[in-house]
C-alpha cells in the first residue's frame, strides 16, 4: 500500500514548485466551510480538505487539546492533553477526510496522505471524538453543521495485515502537520488551532518530511 503514497507526494511538490499555487502536499487542499460535515455529507475518495473555521477568535474558555507537542502520534498512548487558556486568540482549522457512500470491506478502503505548512505557531490538535464534539461550538466554522459521532477522529490504535492506519506528525517547528488517514465506512477529522494572525497556510518541507517520517516509520515495523 505504501507505494501508492510516494508517487502521491512527488506529484503535490512538483504541482507547488512549477506553478507555485499549491500550499499543500499529497492529497491535502484547502476548502470552503461546506453547510455540513456529517458523515455522508461532504465526501472525496481523492483529498483531504483543509478548512478554515474561524480566525483571530478569542477563546471564551480554556480548549483541551489532544496533543501539542513535536513528534509522531501513531498510538492514543503518545497523546498528552493540555489546555489552551481562555482569552488567548487563535485560528481553527479542519482537516476533514470522508470516502464516498458506505464502505464495508477493508479491501476497498481509502488511504489518503498529505501535510499542510502554517506561517503561525500550531498551539495544539484534536484527534479524539469526545475534543472534536466538545470543540464545535467554541472553534467550529459557524453555519457549518459536524457529526457527533463515535468513529469521527482519529483510531490511532488501528492495525490490520495489509497496514492500514491513522497516525500524524507535529514538526519539530511546530508549523507543520502531516498525516495519514484511513477510511472506511467512517471518516477522520484533525482539528488544528494555530496562533492567530497568519490568515493562508504557506508550503514548506516540514509537512514533506514529516509525512516521509510516518512512511518509514510504519515500514519498520
Request: negative net charge; contains cysteine.
Given at each position: 500500500?505504501?507505494?501508492?503514497?510516494?508517487?502521491?507526494?512527488?506529484?503535490?511538490?512538483?504541482a507547488s514548485a512549477s506553478a507555485q499555487v499549491s500550499n499543500f502536499i499529497g492529497n491535502v487542499g484547502l476548502d470552503n466551510a461546506p453547510p455540513s460535515l456529517a458523515m455522508q455529507a461532504y465526501e472525496s475518495n481523492s483529498m483531504v480538505?483543509?478548512?478554515?473555521?474561524?480566525?483571530?477568535?478569542?477563546?471564551a474558555d480554556d480548549l483541551v487539546v489532544d496533543a501539542s507537542g513535536t513528534?509522531?502520534?501513531?498510538?492514543?498512548?503518545?497523546l498528552a492533553p493540555s489546555?489552551?487558556?481562555?482569552?488567548?486568540?487563535?485560528?481553527?482549522?479542519?482537516?476533514?477526510?470522508?470516502?464516498?457512500?458506505?464502505?464495508?470491506?477493508?479491501?476497498?478502503?481509502?488511504?489518503?496522505?498529505g501535510g499542510v505548512t502554517f506561517d503561525r505557531k500550531i498551539l495544539g490538535?484534536?484527534?479524539?471524538?469526545?475534543t472534536l464534539d466538545?470543540?464545535?461550538?467554541?472553534?467550529?466554522?459557524?453555519?457549518t453543521i459536524?457529526?457527533?459521532?463515535?468513529?469521527?477522529?482519529?483510531?490511532?490504535?488501528?492495525?490490520?495485515?495489509?497496514?492500514?492506519?491513522?497516525?500524524?506528525?507535529?514538526?519539530?517547528?511546530?508549523?507543520?502537520?502531516?498525516?495519514?488517514?484511513?477510511?472506511?465506512?467512517?471518516?477522520?477529522?484533525?482539528?488544528v488551532i494555530t496562533e492567530a494572525l497568519g490568515p493562508v497556510p504557506a508550503p514548506g518541507a516540514a509537512a514533506v518530511m514529516g509525512l516521509a517520517g510516518l512512511m518509514a516509520s510504519r515500514r519498520r515495523r
Open positions: 500500500m505504501m507505494r501508492y503514497i510516494a508517487p502521491m507526494i512527488v506529484a503535490g511538490l512538483a480538505s483543509l478548512i478554515s473555521e474561524r480566525t483571530s477568535h478569542v477563546l513528534g509522531l502520534y501513531d498510538a492514543t498512548s503518545l489546555i489552551i487558556p481562555m482569552g488567548k486568540k487563535v485560528d481553527s482549522w479542519i482537516l476533514h477526510s470522508d470516502p464516498v457512500g458506505v464502505i464495508t470491506s477493508w479491501d476497498n478502503s481509502v488511504v489518503l496522505g490538535v484534536m484527534v479524539m471524538d469526545s466538545a470543540s464545535d461550538s467554541e472553534v467550529g466554522a459557524a453555519g459536524y457529526s457527533i459521532s463515535s468513529h469521527r477522529g482519529m483510531e490511532l490504535d488501528l492495525t490490520c495485515p495489509i497496514l492500514k492506519y491513522d497516525a500524524f506528525t507535529i514538526s519539530a517547528d511546530q508549523r507543520s502537520i502531516s498525516m495519514i488517514f484511513h477510511t472506511d465506512r467512517n471518516g477522520d477529522e484533525i482539528r
